[in-house]
């Protein structure tokens, strides 16, 4: 094994997802279903240089990948400015943004200019009502606006989103692939899973990767999985003409073997699972003082331990139902998907 920090399971510290805010203008059903949110005190939220600062540290320490995300990033005032400090690091060399898309046509171009190298816009439906419904946002004719936006900026691979729901966009499979050739983008299916937010998750509105790859055989034939390496199972996938797709299949065949992630929360709580009940606290010791050094040193001593595999535990729950109940999340607002960045 070679001398990169390693968890206990042998998994590198590669990929860093940062939320930049956990403000959003959308409310999705299975991110922020409820009525009113407590937000991260003003005050504590970190500044791009403290962001840029804990890049470089984590930059030290192997991670190479680096996503924005949020709550919706483009929220976040002159986004592009951080772009800007991450993609000057050179041994940041994948810069990628998740989105709703709502603000992307207003930023496309400014972000592409600034470094941002990929971008994800999330795209559950092609139905302005149902996304009224669903996400309580009338601007689904600006995601797509968005979307365009971000094509003619001149991303590389730009990657569309959509979570999938029974009951509610099951039925537009076909359609977001057939959008997605058009665009020129390719589509991701993303199981429903029980992350902390979701409260109002349940099993039955899961549709597992295996049926999703059934409802799309008897409309396109035979499907063709695309393995990217020996180890992981295929994620992406081929249509007869050469249409490519994914699907993530995050709740009933997680993959936490392979998983080189952790997340940064805007408030500076680093967390080694999208499931993990608590993280580490940056933010304190990024303002009491401590030097690169010192932080590094934490955060290879912490990565050391790691032996989070919370989607994979999560198999083993019977009767399974939401991750927590409001009152617990609202008691600590770091366990909100919006909050720890998806
Ligand atoms: N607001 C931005 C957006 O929606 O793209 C970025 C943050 S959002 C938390 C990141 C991703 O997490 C989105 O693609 C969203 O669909 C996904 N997500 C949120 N809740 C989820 C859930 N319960 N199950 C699966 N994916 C979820
Ligand atoms: Fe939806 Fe993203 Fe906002 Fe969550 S953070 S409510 S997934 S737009
Ligand atoms: Fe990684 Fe945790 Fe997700 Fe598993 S559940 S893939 S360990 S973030």
């Given at each position: 094994m070679s001398?990169?920090?390693r968890?206990?399971f ?8 940062i939320?930049v805010?956990?403000?959003?203008n959308?409310r ?9 949110y407590v937000?991260l005190p003003r005050?504590?939220?970190l500044?791009?240089e403290e962001?840029a ?8 320490l192997?991670v190479?990948?680096?996503r924005?995300t949020g709550?919706?990033p ?9 772009v ?5 690091n050179a041994?940041?060399g994948?810069?990628?943004?998740t989105?709703?898309g709502v603000l992307?046509?207003k930023h ?6 600034a470094?941002?190298?990929r971008?994800?816009?999330s795209l559950d439906t ?5 996304m ?7 601007r ?7 979307i365009?936006?971000?094509q ?7 990657k569309?989103n959509?979570?999938?729901i029974?009951g509610f966009n099951?039925?537009?499979l076909a359609?977001l692939?057939?959008f997605a050739?058009?665009h020129d983008?390719e589509v991701?299916?993303i199981?429903y899973?029980?992350?902390g ?6 099993m ?6 295996r049926?999703?790859?059934?409802v799309l055989a ?5 499907i063709?999985?695309?393995a ?5 199972p295929?994620e992406?996938?081929r ?10 299949a995050?709740t ?16 500076g709580?680093?967390l080694?699972c999208?499931y993990?009940r608590?993280g580490v ?9 401590a030097t690169?050094a010192e ?6 001593e ?7 595999r ?5 198999l083993?729950?019977?009767?399974r139902?939401a991750?927590y109940a409001?009152a617990?999340l609202r ?12």
């Amino acid at each position: 094994m070679s001398d990169l920090l390693r968890d206990t399971f042998g998994r590198p510290l590669a990929s860093l997802r940062i939320s930049v805010t956990d403000r959003c203008n959308m409310r999705c059903r299975y991110c922020m279903p409820e009525d009113d949110y407590v937000w991260l005190p003003r005050e504590s939220i970190l500044t791009f240089e403290e962001i840029a600062r804990l890049v470089g540290v984590f930059a030290g320490l192997g991670v190479h990948k680096v996503r924005l995300t949020g709550g919706e990033p483009l929220l976040r005032h002159d986004l592009p400015t951080l772009v800007e400090m991450i993609a000057r690091n050179a041994r940041i060399g994948d810069l990628a943004l998740t989105t709703n898309g709502v603000l992307l046509a207003k930023h496309a171009a400014a972000l592409r200019a600034a470094g941002l190298q990929r971008a994800t816009v999330s795209l559950d439906t092609l139905r302005p009502e149902r996304m009224l419904a669903f996400a309580k946002s009338a601007r689904h004719a600006d995601v797509l606006e968005g979307i365009v936006a971000a094509q003619r900026a001149g991303f590389a691979r730009l990657k569309l989103n959509a979570v999938v729901i029974r009951g509610f966009n099951d039925d537009e499979l076909a359609d977001l692939i057939e959008f997605a050739r058009v665009h020129d983008a390719e589509v991701r299916f993303i199981e429903y899973m029980d992350v902390g937010g979701a409260t109002r998750w349940s099993m039955e509105q899961v549709v597992p990767q295996r049926e999703m790859l059934e409802v799309l055989a008897r409309r396109y034939g035979a499907i063709e999985p695309i393995a990217a390496d020996g180890r992981a199972p295929a994620e992406r996938f081929r249509l007869a003409d050469g249409t490519t797709f994914g699907i993530i299949a995050s709740t009933t065949a997680p993959f936490c073997r392979a998983c080189d992630r952790s997340r940064l929360t805007a408030d500076g709580t680093w967390l080694l699972c999208l499931y993990a009940r608590s993280g580490v606290d940056l933010r304190e010791r990024l303002r009491t003082g401590a030097t690169d050094a010192e932080l590094a040193a934490l955060l290879r001593e912490t990565w050391q331990h790691r032996a989070d595999r919370g989607a994979e535990e999560r198999l083993a729950v019977r009767d399974r139902g939401a991750l927590y109940a409001i009152a617990a999340l609202r008691a600590d607002p770091h366990r909100e998907m919006h909050t720890r960045g998806g």
